[in-house]
């Protein structure tokens, strides 16, 4: 035991073994997740004209419906990783007369501009009815 504690200052004077060493005695951090996540994906089927019911089945419960702003609802997520920078997104949406108007905030949706990889195309599979099902066995027999 004695032999190690001799050693550690040795190591310690080290710079490269010293970030190896402190990153093992550092405690553990959770990452913390907090509010609505909001992809750009719901943000993309948001539309102009949409009730506040359909906006809520989009997104979700807003995180601050505030009282005095009643045609406004804030969107707030925030992540910190245990070790990193911390990320916050904020998506604002703005009602008249119960009906979507704006969004505004740091996600938002992609333009149409950026050419999308080619989706496979859709495969039609014909199903007969009974007649044609029993004629086909007719012919087989």
């Known amino acids: 035991m004695k032999r190690i504690l001799l050693l550690l200052p040795l190591l310690a004077a080290c710079s490269n073994t010293t970030e190896h060493i402190t990153s093992y005695l550092a405690p ?11 992809t750009q994906e719901m943000v993309s089927q948001l539309k102009p004209g949409l009730t506040r019911e359909q906006v809520r089945f989009i997104l979700g419960s807003p995180l ?7 045609d406004r ?8 990783p245990g070790r990193g920078e911390v990320q916050q997104r904020v998506l604002t949406v703005f009602f008249q007369d ?13 333009d149409g501009s950026k050419p999308e990889a080619p989706r496979p195309a859709a495969q ?11 004629g086909e066995t007719q012919d087989k027999k």
């Open 124 to 134: 039609v599979i014909d199903i007969p009815g009974p007649a044609a099902a029993g």
């Open 98 to 110: 119960n009906k979507l108007t704006r969004v505004a905030g740091n996600v938002v949706a992609e």
């Open 73 to 80: 609802w804030d969107y707030v997520y925030r992540f910190q």
């Open 28 to 38: 553990y951090r959770v990452d913390v997740r907090q509010g609505n996540m909001v």
């Open 64 to 70: 601050v419906a505030d009282m005095f702003h009643s």
